[in-house]
């Protein structure tokens, strides 16, 4: 059974040829055959699954569903009511919620199948899934290096055919760069577009829930059912959800298309750069018009990032105290040692780095010349954005600067990590939506994504792109390497 298409399983479940429960035990015993090797999932339940799987099948029997017995994969930072969420962290290790989020019960009422919480960086801090507290996630095209980050289990599950859809977090690439390291598509919609309500906070003004997918017609569907307002966020877009299938291959010739100079300067890989240049061309061939563009303000994108995202997250992370839930020390002298303990054994290194930055660029006296400033820059990278669209409908780049690197490799030089993200952060930091499409494999055979780039709410220009570009450009890679198993063919 083909675990690949999502509209293939949808109707083949609301026609009633193939049951939601087949495509459920599918999905598990792919999980079961490959999971061992690629530590994509941290939590799975086969007997709540298959549950579930009933309850869509006797659901079906009166009405057809938009996600029928779609499995899907969870990003274990995303609550859901009686599945363990974790974060990745020890100090949430036995937390159970009491409620899902709003993404997970519209997944759900739309017939769709959660069949596990899918592993992450802690705290959904990291580029490469090496921070989790619990496994290592690794690349099915090469075990040895990372499938990317912080949402990399979510990308391995779709990537190595586990299931056809995914949920992922974004605050600075957290699912375009996974996406692009695993060959796959990822999204990130506007800020607001989904809402983020039971989603564990990072970083509150960055943070997305994200969709990956195999096609962009899949993240078309996934994303019409997830999208749009929610009374529990306020921070949620007031705005209709456009039908996103629609006109999805209308043909995209004359779409003018920036090319930010910025993002192909130094510090991106030789292999990365020819094989992008080779997909711009590509756009051009379908009659969209290619023009340099300039993002002045990107020089200082990493470093505001990082401010931002860190002074946020000490702000977040405060609540994890021992107190009130999660991780407490067993053994401590009074109450502010039970913190101190708490804090110190439950957190991991990263996270900790992390709460350190913020907690200083928030300090008295540090708070108008770190986060303050941080924000007048965030700011101008906004406006950098709105002159561009000013001349053209979406922008095309590299994801990141180099391919999947191999596992170790930078996990102790945190200024070498935090670079990998200098294509993606501004496009959280301006608030846009933004695409990886596959685009190519090095000689190493290692996937590398195109990114596009557009204006807030038009994710609908993003994949009309994506459609256009895939059905006349596809892309075929190498076999997958990992316990002798490749990637499962698409079945027609």
Request: proline content about 7%.
């Amino acid at each position: 059974m083909n675990l690949k298409d999502a509209h293939a399983i949808r109707d083949a479940v609301n026609s009633g040829k193939i049951s939601a429960g087949e495509w459920a035990d599918a999905a598990l015993r792919r999980i079961e055959a490959v999971d061992s090797a690629l530590g994509a999932f941290l939590t799975v339940e086969p007997e709540t699954v298959l549950r579930r799987a009933g309850e869509v099948d006797r659901a079906v029997k009166n009405k057809s569903l938009p996600l029928a017995g779609i499995p899907v994969a969870i990003k274990d930072n995303i609550c859901t009511r009686n599945l363990k969420t974790t974060c990745g962290s020890k100090i949430l290790e036995n937390f159970t919620p009491p409620y899902s989020a709003t993404a997970i019960n519209r997944l759900e009422q739309a017939g769709a199948v959660v069949v596990g919480k899918a592993n992450c960086d802690e705290f959904a801090m990291g580029s490469s899934t090496e921070n989790s507290a619990f496994r290592m996630t690794r690349n099915p095209y090469d075990p040895e290096r990372v499938p990317g980050g912080s949402s990399g289990g979510s990308a391995v599950a779709v990537a190595a055919g586990m299931t056809p859809l995914a949920l992922g977090s974004e605050t600075g690439g957290s699912v375009r760069q996974p996406a692009s390291f695993c060959g796959i598509l990822g999204l990130k919609p506007t800020y607001g577009r989904i809402s983020r309500y039971g989603l564990v906070a990072y970083a509150s003004s960055l943070d997305c829930i994200a969709p990956f997918g195999n096609s962009p017609r899949d993240i078309a569907l996934l994303l019409s059912v997830i999208a749009g307002r929610d009374y529990n966020d306020a921070t949620s877009a007031p705005f209709e959800v456009p039908d996103y299938l629609s006109g999805l291959r209308e043909p995209v010739g004359g779409m003018k298309l920036g090319v930010p100079r910025e993002f192909f300067g130094e510090g991106l890989d030789p292999a990365v750069r020819s094989i992008i240049e080779a997909g711009i061309r590509n756009a051009e061939s379908l009659g969209c018009e290619v023009r340099e563009v300039s993002l002045p303000h990107t020089r200082y994108a990493v470093a505001d990032y990082y401010v931002i995202a860190s002074a946020e997250a000490s702000s977040n992370l405060a609540r994890y105290d021992g107190v009130k839930y999660g991780y407490r020390s067993p053994e401590y002298d009074d109450l502010i040692d039970m913190y101190r303990t708490s804090r110190s054994q439950g957190f991991g290194p990263e996270v900790k780095r992390r709460i350190m930055i913020g907690t200083y660029a928030l300090s008295s006296g540090y708070y108008d010349a770190y986060y303050g400033r941080a924000m007048k820059v965030r700011t101008l990278i906004r406006r950098d954005y709105d002159r561009a669209f000013e001349k053209v409908d979406a922008l095309l780049s590299p994801v990141s600067p180099t391919p999947a690197f191999r596992i170790g490799e930078k996990i102790s030089d945190p200024l070498a990590m935090y670079l990998s993200d200098i294509y993606t952060v501004t496009a959280n930091l301006a608030g846009i939506p933004a695409l990886s499409l596959p685009c190519g494999f090095t000689r190493e055979g290692l996937p590398v994504g195109l990114q596009v780039l557009a204006n807030q709410f038009q994710e609908g220009t993003l994949l009309r792109f994506a459609e256009n570009y895939m059905q006349a450009f596809p892309v075929s890679g190498p076999p997958m390497k990992f316990q002798g198993i490749s990637r499962p063919e698409i079945e027609d």
